[in-house]
């Protein structure tokens, strides 16, 4: 028995760090083979992080979009799950180093998903708020309320603009939905909520660093989402770079700067490399490990990496795929396929990435999708991206809740879930001064 009370087994060893997309996929292909599967991850639940932002803006409650990692693996034979925060890698004796202790590999595969970059602005870093996880949503869910309920409490207009002026820093998907989620928020909750207070001040400023946004997508896509959030009232602001924020002041590169007690920053993710495998030479952009077509970390005959940790540079994408959730799970599939291949010693497939297209939803009625060969906006997108959500969320129970919430939120222009459960702890003294 190791420090983990794994027993020893026949079969190789794979361990598995990460239960998101690309850890999930594979571990259903190794399913019913004959490997020993211990799969850890430092939650013992699997994010959809697609809706992450319904969280963090009262649609949803966080457990509908999260589903824990043993009910996934129940009726596999010989797989082990292990809550565990992987510290270290020492490839030289096969082992990894995990805050319950040390355990040995046959193969290893790092799943391990991306983490917010902020691109080494500590400020930033400290003062603003991000959204990569189920808690920070609900750090953000807590501090949106937070604010209008100190915005209540002040007669200094000058401060309640502040408290009720929202910097989203990053036109990527996650910015768009966010910004038009406040922005309905805006619309439909707040002058029923806080009808002591003119919430027609309430901001949504969207930065971008380019010159569109959603710039992953077609330019008609881009030019739609932007007309869409306008129409509801986000200001969107291109070509402008976000320099500092101190919790109070948000200075650009430019001469425009915003008083806000919140920034939130979507402006960028970078691979979750662990120790002992984050050597320079090891990573390319976007602190992601180097792998090869099968997806085998170079230079580690028996160490894997998938999904957004995975570099994989090629002609047709140099800086690797795309950090989303589609490439995540087909590089799963395919390794698991491939490490069933070698070990019966036969050659392994290269991955090849099959685009099924992007979207991101503005709001009620309003989405953009971008598919292979037809692109398409509005109310016939809005119900593509929600089936297609429905579809990816793991667990009936959740596709029903998330379902029924939906519906309910549409007929009804609510947002129940907007609750103060677990105060985010800010400092609002500086907004006295
Ligand atoms: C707000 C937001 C919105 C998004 N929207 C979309 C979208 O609309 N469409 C889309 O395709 N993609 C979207 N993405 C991106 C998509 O979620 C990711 O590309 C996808 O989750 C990557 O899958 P993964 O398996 O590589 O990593 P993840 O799903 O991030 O899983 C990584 C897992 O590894 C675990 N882990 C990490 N480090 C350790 C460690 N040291 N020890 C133990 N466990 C560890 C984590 O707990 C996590 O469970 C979005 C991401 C975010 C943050």
Known sequence: MSAMNIPKSSFPRIIIIGGGFAGIALAKKLSKKEVQVLLIDKN???????????????????????????????????FFFRLANVEEIVP????????????????????????TNFFGNTEIEKNGMEMKSIPQSLNLRSLILE??????????????????????????????????????????????????LDTRRVQINLIQSGDRILKEMSEKASKKAEDFLENLGVQVWKNVRVKSYDGKLVSTETELSFEAATLIWAA??????????????????????????????????????????AGMESEEFPCGHPMMAQPAIQQGRNLGENLVKLLQQKPMQPFIYKDKGSMATVGR???????????????????????????????FRNRMVVFVNWVYNYIRFDREARLIIRPYKRDYTRFKD
């Open 268 to 309: 960028g993710v970078k691979g979750a490399a662990i120790k002992g495998l984050d050597a320079k030479e090891l990573l390319i952009r976007g602190n992601r490990v180097r792998v090869n077509e099968f997806n085998q970390v170079i230079g580690f005959n028996e160490i894997f990496a998938v999904g957004d940790i």
């Open 147 to 196: 604010n209008f309920e100190q915005a209540l409490l002040t007669d200094d207009l000058h401060q309640r603009d502040a408290l009720m002026n929202f910097v989203i820093v990053g036109g990527g998907p996650t910015g768009v939905e966010l910004a038009g989620a406040l922005a309905e928020i805006k619309k439909g909750i707040l002058p029923k909520d806080y009808p002591d």
């Open 44 to 78: 013992n639940y699997h994010t959809f992080q697609p809706l992450l932002y319904q969280v963090s803006t009262g649609g949803l409650e966080p457990d509908s979009i999260a589903y824990p990692i043993r009910k996934v693996l129940k009726d596999y034979p010989n």
């Open 365 to 395: 009625n309003k989405a953009v999708v971008d598919l292979k060969n037809f692109k398409f906006q509005g109310v016939y997108a809005w119900f593509v991206w929600m089936f297609v959500h429905l579809f990816f969320l793991i667990g």
């Open 92 to 115: 030289e004796k096969k082992e990894i180093i995990t805050n319950i202790g040390a355990i040995h590999y046959d193969y290893l595969v790092l799943a391990t998903g991306s983490e």
